[in-house]
């Protein structure tokens, strides 16, 4: 059974930074793309980032390019997403999330973190 555990989250003012991570145990880290997704109050859950199991590949939401960058380390079995420029839209609870597919559509991750607050003040 896979399991993913997130850390990370907190406060920060618009324009700062905050580094998320997802903890992975279970089956073979190095097998399984990642990706990162949020949902803000009242509204559905968003794709923000994904990451292939090599490392090779990323996909973004056009929201966060060139603000945000996911990356995993195989031996820790460890992702981070590492947020710069932060806004006030960027406030949501932020969840780690595990599939044998790289994509960006949250029915294809099978398995889930419970999620991190993220709240960016302006």
């Known amino acids: 059974q896979v399991q993913l555990v997130e850390s990370g989250g907190g406060l920060a003012q618009s324009g700062g930074s905050l580094t998320l991570s997802c903890a992975y145990s279970g089956r073979t880290f190095r097998s399984s793309a990642m990706g990162w997704f949020r949902q803000a109050p009242g509204k559905e859950r968003e794709f923000v980032a994904s990451?292939?199991?090599?490392?090779?590949?990323?996909l973004y939401v056009d929201s966060v390019k060139g603000r945000f960058t996911i990356s995993r380390d195989n031996a820790k079995n460890t992702v981070w997403l590492q947020m710069n420029s932060l806004k006030p839209e960027d406030t949501a609870i932020y969840y780690c999330a595990a599939s044998n597919t790289f994509a960006r559509v949250a029915a294809l991750y099978d398995y889930w973190g419970q999620g991190t607050q993220v709240t960016v003040s302006s």
């Open positions: 990451i292939s199991g090599s490392g090779g590949r990323t």
